[in-house]
């Protein structure tokens, strides 16, 4: 059964500071890998989607990552702003559960001005 | 246009009342999902409609009815409601044979009094 976890549960730090949100999964069959935002009451905002032949993503600040082999998946976070702070998510993609997504607990990031 | 609309935004309901969310995408996808979130936890699946058929029932009580009819919209039925059912359920949508990428809704937030 596929698990995912992600560390650290909450996270605080001063802006302009670099930060890597961790996730990691328990079987590595998985078919690609989605890096969400979530706002306090929102939906959930795409960050970036990783195949599982890809090694990362980037899209503008962010960078994510993938290493399929060890079961992780990293997103970094460049020169963090205080509109940064927000819950972040990471989700594995089961292809063959239709579409099925497995969470993460996920991160709550803080950054203070 | 990569956007999933849901309403209403809020809804309070007594245990007695029958009620419907709504969920629409003009995206072309086949797949449409209900989740549902509890506070401070990820969303949980409960349903999954592919070419407009469920394809995943979560093992959701039936007090909670899907219905899907036509590629673009989603709707989800409530009756008889518990007060512990009260949460944000979300709306996702994905197409078939591809990535797996999945955008969600804004939410609706159900309370049940």
């Known amino acids: 059964k596929q698990e995912v976890t992600q560390i650290p549960a909450a996270l605080s730090v001063p802006e302009g500071e670099n930060l890597v949100l961790n996730c990691s999964f328990t079987d590595s069959a998985i078919y690609n890998l989605q890096w969400f935002r979530q706002d306090p009451g929102k939906g959930l905002t795409s960050l970036l989607l990783?195949?599982?032949?890809?090694r990362e993503q980037t899209s503008g600040r962010l960078n994510a990552s993938l290493d399929k082999s060890s079961g992780r998946s990293t997103l970094y976070i460049a020169a963090s702003q205080p509109g940064d702070s927000a819950t972040y998510l990471c989700a594995v993609i089961i292809y063959n559960q239709g579409g099925k997504l497995i969470f993460g607990q996920g991160t709550e990031l803080s950054v203070k001005p | 246009d990569t956007e999933v609309t849901q309403t209403p935004k809020h809804l309070v309901m007594g245990m007695t009342n029958k009620k419907s969310l709504k969920c629409e995408q003009h995206?072309?996808?086949?797949?449409m999902y209900w989740y549902k979130q509890k506070a401070k936890k990820p969303p949980e699946l409960m349903f999954v409609y592919s070419y407009e058929k469920l394809s995943i029932n979560e093992s959701v009580p039936s007090r909670f009815s899907p219905e899907c009819p036509n590629s673009s919209l989603l709707n989800l039925h409530l009756h008889a409601l518990q007060p512990e059912d009260s949460a944000l359920y979300l709306c996702a949508s994905s197409q078939p044979g591809t990535s797996g990428e999945q955008y969600f809704g804004p939410g609706t937030r159900l309370t049940v009094t």
């Open positions: 995206m072309g996808h086949r797949a």
């Open positions: 990783i195949q599982s032949s890809q």
